[in-house]
């Protein structure tokens, strides 16, 4: 079965707080997220076309394993913890499942 994807790309609009947010998601929520969820991988991404624009990407096994997650407790906590601590970033939620991986070594 294919990897399955979670991402969410938050918008930091305050500049002023992004070093705050920077370092909330990544000593708090990613850690939090990853094992709660049981990805394989997790990454973040600030944008260099919109400094605003904040994504992390989470890697599951496969789709079932993905569904699992979000249709579990942890995402309903993950989600209110993001919210009360940082109610005026908006963020989007997608999912991904691989299509094909391309080796060009």
């Known amino acids: ?6 991402v969410v ?3 930091v609009s ?3 707080r992004r070093r705050a947010f920077d370092a909330w998601y990544q ?8 094992k709660s969820f049981g990805v394989k991988k997790a990454w973040r991404f ?3 076309s919109d400094p605003a624009i904040h ?11 993905l569904d699992r997650a979000m249709n579990g407790e942890d995402l309903k906590r993950l989600v209110a913890d993001f919210n009360r ?3 005026d970033v908006t963020r989007t939620r997608e999912m991904f499942v691989l299509a094909e991986e391309f080796g060009a070594g």
């Open 27 to 34: 000593n708090e929520h990613l850690p939090d997220a990853a």
């Open 85 to 87: 601590d940082w109610p």
């Open 55 to 65: 994504q992390a990407t989470y890697q599951f096994a496969d789709e079932t394993s």
């Open 46 to 48: 600030w944008s260099l």
């Open 14 to 16: 305050d500049s002023t």
């Open 1 to 6: 079965m294919p990897a399955a994807f979670f």
């Open 9 to 11: 790309r938050a918008t």
